[in-house]
């Protein structure tokens, strides 16, 4: 399993997630809330959080270059969607440990 993160300093990240579910829900299953989105892509899974100002998408997938395809799909559609704000963040291999367990829940229940 390859895991992988980002951390965006915003203060929009509610909207971002919305948008970005509801955009990906027209073909791969995404589901959302006031603070949290789920997307299952055919190459693995993202979970995105809201705290008050920082968004983080947590990534898994099956191997990197499956890794490499949900980063750039997150990274085009965020830049279309932010179109107000310049957004700088990097990538980071691997989540905190005490994601997990939260992402193997998810993984288990498909959304």
Known sequence: MVFAMASISTELGT?????LCRHFNHKVEAVFNECEGRVQFQQGF???????????????TENSENMRIIQYILDDHLRRFARTETLDYQW?????ENM?????????SQL
């Open 92 to 96: 980071q291999n691997g989540i905190p």
């Open 46 to 60: 993202c979970l995105m959080q809201q705290s008050s100002d920082t968004l983080c998408f947590y990534c898994q």
């Open 15 to 19: 909207k971002y997630i919305r948008h």
């Open 100 to 108: 997990q367990p939260m992402m193997a829940m998810v993984e288990a």
